[in-house]
């Protein structure tokens, strides 16, 4: 009886040092996906964080990873010199969730509008749910129509 009870009070304690640690996993492969692949352009690394079968949960719909990655690269073309920046990241189970704010110049065709040479601003967040290290789920908010009249596309 005594050795089950000191089991039991083991593990209690070990659970929540396991879960930090994996949360904190967690939040560096977020980490390194936000700061190598969309803060610095290296596009061509996105799979690395990515699990086979990730869906990006979207208005339109599910969608597979190229849909996300051509999305990523709408956005760099329209800003070239986009740079993001992590606000705060939080973590619990299974999920990370990132608030975010991108600013870069709009010198290129993208995101659905010519360029305009305007400096914008869009903050956003995004949850993202992690399987086996690899991120296998999205959801993302982010301010467009922002980002239309800080272009001078929409009108303010």
């Known amino acids: 009886m005594h050795m089950r009870f000191a089991v039991l009070v083991a593990c209690a304690f070990c659970l929540p040092a396991g879960a930090g640690a994996l949360q ?68 619990e189970g299974d999920m990370v969730a990132v608030h975010w704010i991108a600013r870069g110049t709009n010198t290129g065709d993208g995101m659905g509008f010519k360029a305009t040479g305007a400096k914008i601003t869009v903050p956003g967040m995004t949850f993202f749910r992690l399987k086996d290290g690899k991120i296998s789920e999205e959801w993302g908010v982010f301010d467009m129509a922002g980002a239309y009249r800080q272009a001078g596309v929409c009108p303010k």
């Open 24 to 91: 904190d996993s967690n939040k560096a492969v977020v980490r390194g996906f936000f700061d190598e692949v969309i803060d610095q352009g290296h596009l061509e690394r996105y799979a690395q964080s990515h699990a086979a079968g990730f869906v990006v949960h979207t208005f339109k719909g599910d969608m597979p990873v190229e849909a996300d990655m051509a999305a990523a690269a709408e956005e760099r073309k329209a800003l070239p010199d986009m740079r993001l920046e992590v606000v705060q990241m939080m973590a």
